[in-house]
């Protein structure tokens, strides 16, 4: 199965900064099929970004996905304090579906 | 609106059985694949199994394979995961999540119940 490694573990930034998420896999994801997921403390998790740089339903432009093969990021080009969250990979390219262990990024 | 409702966890012992259900509403339920995926207190996420929207087709986790079977009731609007030879392990939050896709699921996840716990504990 592919293995994604995100990092970093934490990313402690203040609102209106900016926010780079890596996520790395163990092989190259067939067909970009990289989706990228928020979840809050108590709560699902929600689909922000799908096939690595489409934006789901609702998800505001300043969220963006970007890259291919093996390497891809999650951007947050300014922190809202809604955005203080933890942030998963996950690919669906071949089975089974993984995720990332998942990128928390705090209020600094 | 889409909602998924999940019903069934709780704290079973070591080796007995739990049947999970999520009940859908919002959309053409019949159209989807649908899937499980779980969490561990405090851990990440982990895809559990699915279903095609026909119930053709059935996949699971290593995990879990042989131990918990995914079914449907399209009449019902409803998921099922039966779960059976619990572990320790298998203690998490338990989501049915939709697939983004109608009809032949890609495995990336659109929506999701608000998640029911099971507690694996002698």
């Known amino acids: 199965e592919i293995v994604l490694t995100q990092s970093p573990g934490t990313l402690s930034l203040s609102p209106g900064q900016r926010a780079t998420l890596s996520c790395r896999a163990s092989q190259s994801v067939s067909s970009s099929y990289l989706a990228w997921y928020q979840q809050k403390p108590g709560q699902a998790p929600r689909l922000l970004i799908y096939a690595a740089s489409s934006r789901a339903t609702g998800i505001p432009d300043r969220l963006s996905g970007s890259g291919s093969g093996t390497d891809f990021t999650l951007t947050i080009s300014r922190l809202e304090p809604e955005d203080f969250a933890v942030y998963y990979c996950?690919?669906?390219?071949?089975?089974?579906?993984?995720f990332g262990q998942g990128t928390k990024v705090e209020i600094k | 609106q889409v909602q998924l409702v999940e019903s069934g966890g709780g704290v079973v012992q070591p080796g007995r059985s739990l049947r999970l259900s999520c009940a859908a509403s919002?959309?053409?339920?019949?159209?989807?694949?649908m899937h499980w995926v779980r969490q561990a207190p405090g851990k990440g996420l982990e895809w559990v199994a699915v279903i095609w929207y026909d119930g053709s087709n059935k996949d699971y986790a290593d995990s879990v394979k042989g131990r918990f079977t995914i079914s449907r009731d399209d009449s019902k609007k409803t998921l099922y995961l039966q779960m059976n030879s619990l572990r320790a392990e298998d203690t998490a939050v338990y989501y049915c999540?939709?697939?983004?896709?109608?009809?032949?699921?890609?495995?990336?996840?659109?929506?999701w119940g608000q998640g029911t716990l099971v507690t694996v504990s002698s």
């Open positions: 999540a939709r697939d983004w896709t109608p009809l032949t699921p890609l495995g990336t996840f659109d929506y």
């Open positions: 996950q690919q669906y390219g071949s089975s089974p579906p993984t």
């Open positions: 919002g959309f053409t339920f019949s159209s989807y694949g």
